[in-house]
């Protein structure tokens, strides 16, 4: 069990930049493999990132490459997403995914974002 909480969340101005954050805990941060998922409503949740456990590996979404990047501090059982120059379109709830040995998969509540054009 890993209890995860994200942050970060907000307003800004296209071409502009946030910092989500995850914290995790409950359970070794380092035994999960992360990643960020996106939803709108009325549509189906979308991969966004993704980062191994030990980090460095990292996979992301064709929508968000070159712009987004994902990062993770295991000594601080926290979790990154680093978004620059944000669309209109990357407007969505952001959800912190954590995924254990055995495949099973824990969810933050989510945090907004918002790019007004």
């Known amino acids: 069990q890993v209890q995860l909480v994200e942050s970060g969340g907000g307003l800004v101005q296209a071409g502009g930049s946030l910092r989500l954050s995850c914290a995790a805990s409950?359970?070794?941060?380092?035994?999960?493999?992360m990643g960020w998922f996106r939803q709108v409503p009325g549509k189906e949740r979308e991969f966004v990132a993704h980062i191994r456990r030990s980090g460095g590996s990292t996979y992301y979404a064709d929508s968000v490459k070159g712009r987004f990047t994902i990062s993770r501090d295991n000594a601080k059982n926290t979790l990154y997403l680093q978004m620059n120059s944000l669309k209109p379109e990357d407007t969505a709830v952001y959800y912190c995914n954590a995924r254990f040995y055995s495949g099973i998969d824990s969810w933050g509540k989510g945090t907004l974002v918002t790019v007004s054009s």
């Open positions: 409950g359970r070794a941060f380092s035994g999960y493999a």
